[in-house]
């Protein structure tokens, strides 16, 4: 069955840690691989994708991500946090096809204390 | 600004009322979807439209119904609402069904149903 999974629900940090937040994904076939940010109040806006090529993608407000498909893994990945990356995180896999769902994870909400 | 506009932001409903909530995109896209997000389950898909004309259902269609009015908007109707029905609800758009572009989304519904 297809799933995304998301290993931490609620993260909390001090600015300036480092972030790295999980995904793994079960899909078949070709994936790709996405994840968004909901900002308090705001709708899902797109953070960064992974369709090929370099399995190191980098996103927009220095936020990147690692493709590793041995273990089915594209985790989330910032060196240096801010409190205005407070936000709630979802991966979500897609297929390359067009009858290939996007499959969202459950959320990982961070909290960035000043 | 170009994107998914949804009305309304935020409703209350008594059990066993009706409402629709109404989606327009100005991206020109095909594909348009209703998700529903609750806490530690993600977002879930209600019914989508591949193109103008038709719609199908998702994860979650129980208790909706879906028109696709034309090629912009696509709204969502809960018949007799219900409170297992209190959530968020997010209408986004691609390019293609399920395409690997990501998704557009809207700011999203908060509706309470008591």
């Known amino acids: 069955a297809q799933s995304v999974s998301q290993h931490n629900h609620h993260v909390i940090l001090s600015e300036a840690a480092s972030l790295e937040l999980g995904c793994n994904y079960s899909?078949?076939?070709?994936?790709?691989l996405f994840w968004y940010v909901q900002y308090p109040g705001q709708h899902l806006q797109l953070l960064l994708k992974?369709?090929?090529?370099?399995?190191l993608v980098k996103g927009i407000k220095g936020f990147e991500a690692e493709f590793i498909k041995s273990k089915f893994s594209f985790n989330l990945r910032k060196p240096s946090v801010q409190w205005s990356d407070t936000a709630e995180y979802f991966c979500?896999?897609?297929?390359?096809?067009?009858?290939?769902?996007?499959?969202f994870g459950q959320g990982t909400t961070l909290q960035v204390k000043p | 600004n170009a994107g998914v506009t949804q009305t309304p932001k935020f409703q209350v409903l008594k059990t066993g009322q009706s409402m629709t909530l109404q989606c327009a995109q100005d991206?020109?896209?095909?594909?348009m979807y209703w998700y529903r997000q609750d806490p530690g389950m993600g977002l879930r898909l209600i019914y989508y439209?591949?193109?103008?004309?038709?719609?199908d259902k998702g994860e979650v269609p129980n208790g909706y119904n879906v028109s696709r009015l034309n090629k912009r908007e696509f709204s969502l109707r809960l018949e007799s609402a219900a409170p297992s029905q209190t959530s968020v609800y997010f209408c986004?758009?691609?390019?293609?069904?399920?395409?690997?572009?990501?998704?557009?989304f809207g700011s999203g519904t908060r509706l309470t149903v008591v």
């Open positions: 986004a758009s691609s390019e293609r069904l399920f395409g690997n572009y990501g998704y557009t």
């Open positions: 899909y078949g076939g070709t994936v790709n």
């Open positions: 992974y369709f090929s090529g370099d399995p």
């Open positions: 979500a896999a897609g297929g390359s096809s067009n009858t290939g769902k996007l499959i």
């Open positions: 991206m020109n896209h095909n594909s």
């Open positions: 439209s591949a193109s103008e004309g038709t719609t």
